[in-house]
């Protein structure tokens, strides 16, 4: 099972249309979103920074990404049950 980062996640569920970069990595965070994969306590804090800081997203629009990350059947999140009474 991989483990995923900030980056991957970032990419998937933000679109960034003033990143040229953005649109490049977007597929390869699809693929990755694809496969099990297993996201850490760490890594949801640091999403949550990143959505609410860098991409300035309100509180509705950060617990909409994080129930879809824990919605996503073959994610495997760290203390499942925390992370989802926290969104």
Avoid: Y
Avoid at 25 to 47: G, Y
Avoid at 59 to 83: M, T
């Amino acid at each position: 099972m991989k483990a995923l980062d900030t980056n991957v996640l970032a990419r998937f569920f933000i679109d960034d249309p003033d990143d040229a970069r953005a649109a490049s990595q977007r597929p390869a965070a699809v693929a990755a979103l694809s496969e099990r994969s297993f996201v850490s306590v760490t890594l949801l804090l640091e999403l949550e920074w990143v959505m609410r800081r860098f991409c300035e997203l309100p509180v509705r629009g950060i617990v909409r990404v994080l129930r879809a990350l824990a919605s996503i059947e073959h994610i495997v999140l760290e203390d499942r049950s925390a992370a989802l009474r926290s969104a």
